[in-house]
């Protein structure tokens, strides 16, 4: 239905690298976000898709809105040790509803 | 421009006992709207309200309540408290009337003994 698919779970990557995750749904999102969470504390806004197609970046992030507007990615480039954290997608559906990911857990080792 | 405050950060509280989350939403934004966030079941939304009007709710019991003031100011309430209710509570606001674009709050950890 309207839950979203994030993956992967969980990513062990060596600083400078490039990361890649995505969300999938079998229903379309009206808006595609991106937030990241550091422990203890609320998630903070990263990027923010409201066309599909759209092509954002935001500094070394760069968000995806697909074109079925079923799906979207996220890419960090040359992975820093602060970009340590969960990231989860979020959308919402026509009806307005918010839905969020399971998240991916992304450590990065120096 | 200040961001998203909730108080209190941390709270313990037993079986049975009521609580009262509050959240102040960032200046000029009207749209204010809860989750709750568990290990288990991940970021659950629980309602949102926008110019004091409740304008959706998630699936929860009706223990959980809310209310937004018209200084766009939001509280939440859980009464009759469980186990489960054990949780991160986030607020959110939004400058836009569907609630896009979310800014959240640093959260209050609530822990049900």
């Known amino acids: 239905g309207q839950q979203l698919n994030q993956s992967p779970q969980s990513m062990f990557i060596q600083e400078g690298e490039d990361v890649s995750m995505n969300c999938t749904s079998s229903?379309?999102?009206?808006?595609w976000l991106w937030y990241k969470q550091d422990p203890g504390e609320g998630p903070v806004l990263l990027i923010a898709l409201y066309k599909a197609g759209e092509l954002t970046s935001n500094g070394r992030l760069t968000a995806q809105f697909g074109i079925t507007r079923k799906d979207s990615f996220l890419n960090i480039s040359a992975s820093i040790p602060s970009d340590v954290g969960i990231y989860f997608c979020a959308g919402h559906t026509p009806a307005e509803d918010m839905r969020f990911g399971a998240g991916t857990r992304l450590t990065v080792k120096p | 421009k200040a961001g998203v405050t909730q108080t209190p950060r941390y709270l313990i509280k037993t079986r049975g006992q009521q609580v009262t989350l509050s959240c102040s939403p960032i200046?000029?934004?009207?749209?204010v709207s809860w989750y709750q966030q568990t290990p288990g079941q991940g970021l659950q939304f629980l309602f949102e309200?926008?110019?004091?009007?409740?304008?959706n709710k998630g699936n929860f019991p009706g223990r959980f309540s809310g209310r937004q003031f018209s200084n766009s100011r939001s509280e939440m309430n859980v009464s009759t408290l469980e186990l489960g209710d054990s949780a991160l509570y986030l607020c959110?606001?939004?400058?836009?009337?569907?609630?896009?674009?979310?800014?959240f709050g640093p959260g209050t950890r609530l822990t049900v003994t």
């Open positions: 959110a606001s939004s400058p836009r009337q569907s609630g896009l674009e979310q800014y």
């Open positions: 309200y926008f110019s004091e009007t409740q304008r």
């Open positions: 200046s000029g934004h009207r749209s």
């Open positions: 229903s379309i999102f009206n808006t």
